[in-house]
């Protein structure tokens, strides 16, 4: 499953959404999951000692694996 939000990187976490009634389910990447601010997205990029580059190098290794799953 891809991002809901940039619909380019693995989604790796998932929400779900409850307004009113309607309950919805959304699947964010690592980067888009840390730009929202996901609160133990923040803590554990900042537990880990991890930069925006290190997020992007995580979002490539996962989008390579999963073509590969696909491929294979």
Avoid at 50 to 66: F, K, P, S
Wanted: net charge negative; charged share 20%.
């Amino acid at each position: 499953m891809l991002c809901s939000r940039c619909n380019k990187n693995v989604a790796v976490i998932f929400v779900t959404k409850v307004e009113g009634n309607k309950q919805t389910n959304e699947g964010l990447c690592l980067s888009c999951a840390k730009s929202i601010g996901i609160a133990p997205i923040e803590q554990f990029v900042c537990q880990m000692g991890m930069d925006d580059n290190d997020i992007n190098a995580i979002n490539e290794e996962l989008n390579t694996m999963m073509g590969d799953l696909e491929n294979g």
